[in-house]
């Protein structure tokens, strides 16, 4: 089989279009490079969609955590504690079994797939780390911007949207992007914890970890699948870089925050 | 009984770890700010691999890789005259001699043997963000401090000895407890290397059993052994904050930066 053929049959395996079984032994180094490529667009929809629905999240979960009323603040603050405080692996285990719970009790059974049940988790995970980002980054809007809003006789909603918001995510964006890049990477751990992969349709490290069980072999799948992640990573910092550039459009150049990688490693 | 070892086992790779890892960072900080280029690579390119790939990779390839490096050298050793290759296709096959742990070892050496892998695996992926965090704090320590003591005459070791290595703790606190914290959290991932940990366990016990086969019939528990386990990280993450909290206080006497007050 030659490469072409190898990435027509195998290129969109993980969601099931394509050959039906994985290739058994004698693997060429075509067809790591395809199957785990093809694993990674399970990578990039989960971090893509518990992005964007985390964020959303996130921004009411800090609001909540900001709010002066109990009843909004500490439902927030145990929200934040529970998932910033234990192992995501574990999170994604008991998500599992209480999906599994709610299925045989015949509620949302769809619940129990890894596309859905997993994803749901990591938009939860990913709201309370980010949450914990926003909250900090409200805090420490400055002072004197919201006296300048006041004395534009702005209040309450006008004021928030207008001041407080946009500078909030202004503070938050260089941390924020952290978040997203180790977000990303935490999607590996989705088919290692509870959720099975059904027909073998995985994500990168899952098929990675297939070619290394198969051929007993970690200096080939492993770094393949290195080598994805730094290239994504790469494109991520590029588009949150440009999002920052525009958030700080207004400002000097010099003056502008440059993002830090400062990674968080593992949640 | 094995769910109570298992317990026993994380805290015993936290206990083991910790201390690794930072012996890890210390070196490789070390060397990312040696005055000797390829040593100052090496430092920099050890606290690089961590960023851009997701750790569990590490986790799954270090395992694979420390066994079979370890194999390969005592083969090369104890076999000199083995002519079969050591790939063969899908195999991966030394001497009987070289293997790891001797295939008539009892089972308590092979379980020893699983947890010194995970040990070193986590030493190592947990080392590299050590030596960032303690990198930073190197840089930390005021410049002028290394200039006055070598005004005063000390020698570059003992500036580094005697100035700069008890200045920098206290920099690298914020990161440290981060790190720790982190460690706390990446303990599950012991399940994936092998080792019979909390996770196997409650994986184990919790799946339903049936009359026929065990004393205790139940259904399946693996929710509420799992709802436990997350009770007890909380709790541990809770407790350390309590603890790393005071530390700082306490390291921070006597410094000039904002924790030190009140």
Known sequence: ?????????????????????????????????????????????FAVLALMIGFFLA????????????????PANWFILVFRGSPLFIQFFLAYFIFLRLKQAGALPWLTSAQAGALLVLVLNTAAYSAEIFYGALRSVPKGEVEAADAYGMTGWTRFTRVIWPTSMRLAWPAYTNEAIFLFHATTLVFFSGFPAWQQRGDALYYANY????????????????????????????????????????????????????PQYIR | MGLYWSFLTVLALLAITAPTALLFGFGGATAARSHVAPLRWLGKSYIAIVRGVPDIIFFLFFVIAIDQGLEWARHQILCPDWTEAIRQGNDFRVCPAAKLPLSTAPQWVHEVYGFATAVVTFAIVFGAFAA???????????????ETAGAY?????????????????????????????????????????????????????????????????????????????????????????????????RLSRGQATIGAGT
Not at chain 1, 6 to 25: D, F, H, M, N, V
Not at chain 1, 59 to 74: I, M
Not at chain 2, 132 to 146: I, R, S, T
Request: net charge positive; hydrophobic share 50%; charged share 15%.
């Open chain 2, 153 to 249: 005459g000390m020698s570059r070791r003992q500036t580094f000895w005697r100035v700069l290595v008890p200045q920098m703790w206290i920099y690298a606190l914020p990161g440290l407890s981060n790190l720790w914290m982190i460690l706390i959290k990446a303990t599950p991932l012991l399940f994936l290397l092998g080792v019979e940990d909390i996770v196997y366990w409650a994986r184990e016990l919790g799946g339903s059993k049936m009359a026929r086969f065990s004393d205790y019939p139940h259904g399946d528990w693996r929710l509420w052994y799992f709802l436990g386990l997350l009770v007890f990280y909380l709790g541990f993450t809770k407790i350390s904050e309590a603890v790393l909290e005071r530390i700082t206080k």
């Open chain 1, 1 to 45: 089989m030659s490469c072409l053929e190898t990435i027509q049959a195998y290129g969109l395996r993980s969601i099931g279009i394509g050959e039906r079984l994985l290739p058994k032994a004698d693997f060429t180094l075509c067809q790591q490079f395809t199957l785990i490529g093809s694993g990674l667009i399970w990578n990039i929809y």
């Open chain 2, 132 to 146: 960032n965090v303690l990198y930073g704090a190197m840089q930390a320590v005021p410049l002028g401090q290394l």
């Open chain 1, 211 to 262: 070619f290394a069980d198969k051929t007993f072999n970690p200096f080939v799948a492993y770094p393949i699948v290195a080598f994805y992640f730094i290239c994504l990573t790469l494109v991520i910092t590029g588009i949150f870089g440009l999002v920052n550039k525009r958030l700080n459009r207004h400002l000097p150049q010099e003056k502008r925050a440059r993002i830090k990688l400062r």
């Open chain 1, 59 to 74: 921004n009411a979960v800090a609001l909540g955590k900001s709010a002066r009323a109990p009843w909004l603040r500490r």
